[in-house]
Nanobody, 124 residues
Framework: QVQLVESGGGLVQAGGSLRLSCAAT????????VGWFRQAPGKEREFVAA????????IYADSVLGRFTISRDNVKSMVYLQMNSLKPDDTAVYYC?????????????????WGQGTQVTVSS
């Protein structure tokens, strides 16, 4: 069982930056690939970014490519999402998720564990 706790959300103006953190309470965290998804009001949960077990491979949604960066620190059992050049369309609840596999994937159903989410609001 993996417990995930997100933090770092908040209110920011368009063009600003936020760094989301995801703390995992599980030994051998390095065995899990980790992703970030988001869900805006009235919309389905969508893929944002994912990172493989070692941090050597990352994938991004087209909408955030070049603006967001996912990274991880397996010693600290932490995953981060650095978000720059934020837009009002980035407003959503952001969820950290992990899967019992080494490979990063954008497919929501492939993930086994989810955090409670953290709200990100970008004002225009």
């Amino acid at each position: 069982q993996v417990q995930l706790v997100e933090s770092g959300g908040g209110l920011v103006q368009a063009g600003g930056s936020l760094r989301l953190s995801c703390a995992a309470t599980r030994r051998m965290f390095s065995m899990y690939a980790v992703g970030w998804f988001r869900q805006a009001p009235g919309k389905e949960r969508e893929f944002v970014a994912a990172i493989n077990w070692s941090g050597g491979s990352t994938i991004y949604a087209d909408s955030v490519l070049g603006r967001f960066t996912i990274s991880r620190d397996n010693v600290k059992s932490m995953v981060y999402l650095q978000m720059n050049s934020l837009k009002p369309d980035d407003t959503a609840v952001y969820y950290c998720t992990a899967r019992t596999g080494n490979l990063a994937t954008p497919i929501l159903s492939e993930y086994d564990y989810w955090g409670q989410g953290t709200q990100v609001t970008v004002s225009s």
